[in-house]
């Protein structure tokens, strides 16, 4: 089943490992076959890796969009979920539910778990920053 895509003008969006920029007005098209998919909002870019979360993130963004890079992300994935552990043992759910999705090669779903791994850190750094 085709996947309906419709960008904003000068939306970007990853496909197959190739990045599309849309020019200055909406644009709809199918995409027909199986390949890596990520929208604008959905893009972190290496600078805006700045967190442990946000650099696993970025980590399985690149597995998802060029899984020929696998067998070398995957290392320094596996070693930073270790050093987010043993500094935020409160992480593991999300952690080991993205880290199944890894395995099982479903790398969207591992970024959408991702997503809230994010969110549940800036919880985390905020609650940590507030006077009491």
């Known amino acids: 089943m085709p996947l309906k895509l419709t960008l904003k003008p000068h939306e970007r969006v990853v496909l ?3 990045v599309v920029k849309n020019g200055n007005s909406s644009c709809h098209f199918l995409v027909e076959n199986n390949v890596p998919i990520l ?12 967190t442990p979360c946000r650099r696993i993130y970025f ?3 690149l597995m998802y969009i060029d899984q020929a890079q696998i067998a ?6 596996w070693g930073l979920v270790r050093e987010v552990l043993e500094a935020a043992p409160s992480m593991k759910a999300l952690i080991s539910k993205a880290s199944q999705f890894i395995i099982d090669g479903k790398f969207y779903q591992a970024l959408k778990t991702a997503r809230k791994l994010i969110q549940y ?7 940590a920053t507030e006077p009491c």
């Open 72 to 77: 070398e992300l995957q290392p320094l994935y």
């Open 16 to 18: 197959g490992g190739a």
């Open 39 to 50: 929208r604008d909002v959905d893009i972190l870019s290496e600078s805006e890796a700045s």
């Open 121 to 127: 850190e800036e919880e985390l750094i905020k609650n």
């Open 59 to 61: 980590l399985i963004q």
